[in-house]
């Protein structure tokens, strides 16, 4: 009888042990998902932001709409697509707690807020370079959380 209720307990504390180890892999795995969508989206999110920077300032330069009509559109068009940058950037606040992360997160959302900030068609040139660069090395920075 001792000897079933020791097997009895060890087999329990085996098979609690097991569960725990699996539901920590769970965990870890949903974590890891969420953390792939959020790096991706936001990372999506400085792209259309980025895309839509640069076509305010061809707008506005290069005179292809309509005098004011096209101009205010693209600009509430960037307005709009800044807000969903920053609602991806704070879902990548909440899935990190590398703050190095977050801190570049925001170099690259400040670099591509600044793409449009030019008359220069060659500094233009430039800043959307930068923008890129500063995309690619969050996703670069990102993968190592994921």
């Known amino acids: 009888m001792l000897g079933t209720l020791l097997g009895a307990g060890i087999t329990h504390s085996f098979q609690r042990r097991t569960i725990e180890r699996?539901?920590?892999?769970?965990?870890?795995?949903?974590?890891?998902?969420?953390?792939?969508?959020?790096?991706?989206?936001?990372?999506?999110?400085?792209?259309?932001?980025?895309?839509?920077?640069?076509?305010?300032?061809?707008?506005?330069?290069e005179n292809r709409t309509p005098a004011g009509q096209d101009s205010e559109e693209s600009r509430f068009r960037s307005y709009e697509t800044r807000s969903q940058a920053q609602e991806a950037l704070f879902r990548v606040q909440l899935l990190t707690s590398d703050e190095a992360l977050v801190r570049q997160a925001w170099e690259a959302l400040d670099t591509v807020a600044e793409v449009h900030r030019t008359d220069d068609r060659d500094d233009l040139a430039e800043r959307r370079r930068a923008s890129r660069d500063a995309i690619n090395s969050f996703v670069a920075a990102a993968r190592q959380h994921v």
């Open 22 to 61: 699996t539901e920590e892999f769970t965990r870890g795995e949903k974590l890891r998902q969420e953390r792939i969508d959020a790096y991706s989206a936001y990372a999506g999110a400085l792209v259309n932001y980025r895309r839509t920077l640069i076509d305010r300032w061809f707008s506005r330069h």
